[in-house]
């Protein structure tokens, strides 16, 4: 529930506007107050009398108005909420936020409050793919903007792909999700590792795989949105660090698990890198050279260090829970299941990354929750909205089990 919690609206230019009724009308059920921001743009898709009707409260949009200047100002505005929603987020409402422009009012409170904000992105797929709002949506995301959707599919302007808005029912559920989590977890410590591991060949080349590191990204960022102290090990992504998040870089599984275990001890740990099983006997120091392509090298290998058996060894470091991932392209919960039983883990968060599925480089994975008890089928998901649904679960855990201890571990994309 939403019981007194404050919610500023900025509804913003897009056909999408129209979703906002229902998402006014969602939070108001649940016990939240809505004050609206309406822009010029969004009064072209939506009334400010039916957002006003719905919301029970006055619709604010006009900088110079000096009847709502003196009633509510614009710094008033931006801080008199606990959370920003802004719903259709469009291309240009997150451009002037990310360059810090505020030339009317809704840029203008975004500029000014001091409060989490929730943007939800709706506009035509290749202005959602432009390398200009690319960059504004890291910028963004650096400081600590939070993000519902957009989703997949068919478009208002005939096309189709990534720029729908999420409906009201997603973007109530990040909604309480943002309230739910937040301070829940204050005084733990966490542990996150994510991306890739590079085993090097030779001073050029190397073993690797394709993580891109979005989802361990995405749950270090959820944790130290909850309270929790955490520290990431990553090894080579081309992602930002985490708002809030001390990251520790490596490249190799020995580097990494030499971090993790610098940051024992923890209560939670998250192990979501993608681990090289195997490296090199030996490293070339020179580049290996083709030659005439007579002589194919061969190349030993030796195993990698297990980072989850060593996190799940008993001890007085061990953490009291760690959940992982299990990264397969068939027999996904069988995989997962002997994963559970081989590593001694209680969790383990199974994701299909077969071509197929898009999940490795994608913004969307499928997730199965094993543990002892059964296994639990997420829906598809969009690896923020795993990251915070998984941040649920650890706080219900912990708080249901202060002394109980669990584990386990995988890969994540």
């Known amino acids: 529930m939403l019981s007194g919690r404050r919610i500023l609206l900025v509804v913003a230019g897009g056909i999408a506007a129209y979703k906002t009724l229902e998402l006014i009308r969602r939070l108001r059920e649940r ?11 969004g009064a072209q898709f939506v009334t400010p009398l039916s957002l006003a009707a719905l919301s029970g409260d006055k619709v604010y949009s006009e900088l110079f108005d000096l009847n709502d200047e003196a009633e509510m100002g614009h710094i008033q505005l931006s801080r008199d909420a606990d959370l920003v929603v802004v719903a259709p987020a469009t ?4 451009a002037k936020l990310a360059t810090g422009r505020a030339d009317d009012l809704a840029s203008t409170a975004l500029l000014a409050t001091d409060k989490p904000v929730l943007m939800a992105p709706a506009m035509n797929v290749r202005m959602w793919e432009h390398p200009a709002t690319r960059s504004n949506l890291e910028t963004l995301k650096r400081r600590a903007t939070r993000f519902v959707g957009p989703n997949q599919g068919d478009m208002a302007c005939g096309e189709y792909g990534y720029g729908r808005m999420a409906e009201p029912a997603e973007i109530l559920a990040a909604i309480e999700a943002q309230f739910h989590a937040a301070g829940r977890l204050t005084g733990r410590r966490a542990l996150v590792t994510s991306g890739p591991t590079f085993e090097a060949l030779d001073p050029v080349r190397f073993l690797g795989n394709r993580s891109s590191g979005r989802q361990g990204h995405a749950v270090a960022a959820a944790l130290a949105a909850a309270g929790a102290e955490t520290t990431l090990v990553t090894g080579p992504v081309a992602l930002p660090d985490p708002p809030g998040v001390a990251t520790l870089h490596v490249e190799t599984a020995e580097e990494m698990l030499a971090a993790c275990r610098e940051a024992l001890p923890v209560e939670i740990a998250v192990c979501a890198a ?5 490296r090199p006997v030996r490293t070339a120091e020179q580049k290996l050279k083709k030659g005439d392509g007579s002589q194919i090298p061969e190349i030993a290998l030796q195993p990698n260090p297990d980072i989850l058996a060593s996190l799940s060894r008993s001890g007085p470091q061990r953490p009291r829970l760690v959940v992982g991932f299990a990264a397969e392209t068939e027999k996904l919960v069988d995989h997962a299941r002997a994963k559970l039983t081989a590593k001694g883990c209680d969790w383990i968060l199974a994701n299909d990354v077969s071509p197929a599925s898009g999940t ?6 499928t997730i199965h929750l094993v543990e002892a008890a059964g296994v639990e089928a997420w829906p598809r998901l969009r690896k923020q909205a795993v990251a915070d649904r998984l941040v649920q679960r650890i706080a219900e855990t912990l708080d249901a089990s202060p002394t109980s201890k669990t584990l386990s571990e995988g890969v994540a994309e």
């Open 31 to 41: 016990g939240a107050s809505v004050r609206a921001l309406l822009t010029p743009a």
């Open 274 to 278: 993608a681990v090289a099983d195997w």
């Open 91 to 94: 291309a240009d409402i997150m």
């Open 360 to 365: 490795f480089g994608g913004d969307e994975t």
